[in-house]
């Protein structure tokens, strides 16, 4: 079964028919953490570094890095027992504006925080393909981890 993965959202499975999606990662970030041991894989499509206030932090936790990492992997380790040293964690997109000028930068932004929320977990990264100027899909095959990304110029 294919299960996408929107914006602001996280999917977790251990069926391995199952395949999760993403698309058009531009400056928002995709976190892939995946249990060789038992087989589960979990994706969540980060769009902002951290909750600008408290509603935000309890309405859409899962938007945000900051709030957002921290369910994907707990849920992956609650909720289908993996262990959090078994865990393969990849990151992908936080491309950069093709706008001269601006001054946002949330694509690097987004990068740092989900290192950053990772980091204060205890995790490393070990695959990134991150920046440019390129906007990724992703599939990630539940039964293998494996992630491929289909990559468009972003022109807008």
């Given at each position: 079964m294919e299960l996408i993965v929107g914006m602001g959202?996280?999917?977790?499975?251990?069926?391995?028919?199952?395949?999760?999606?993403?698309?058009?990662?531009?400056?928002?970030?995709?976190?892939?953490?995946?249990?060789?041991?038992?087989?589960?894989?979990?994706?969540?499509?980060?769009?902002?570094?951290?909750?600008?206030d408290i509603k935000d932090q309890v309405e859409r936790p899962d938007y945000f890095a900051e709030t957002g990492v921290p369910l994907l992997i707990n849920k992956m380790c609650r909720e289908y027992g993996c262990l959090k040293g078994e865990l393969q964690i990849h990151i992908y997109g936080g491309a950069d504006s093709i706008r001269d000028n601006d001054i946002f930068n949330v694509g690097r932004r987004n990068i740092a925080a989900v290192i950053s929320a990772l980091a204060e977990m205890g995790f490393g990264v070990q695959k990134a393909d991150v920046g440019g100027s390129e906007s990724r899909t992703l599939t990630m095959e539940v039964v293998t981890g494996t992630v491929k990304v289909n990559r468009q110029p972003i022109k807008i």
């Open positions: 959202e996280y999917i977790v499975s251990d069926k391995e028919d199952d395949i999760i999606r993403t698309f058009a990662l531009a400056s928002c970030v995709a976190v892939t953490a995946y249990s060789p041991v038992k087989k589960v894989a979990g994706m969540i499509h980060v769009v902002l570094p951290s909750p600008l």
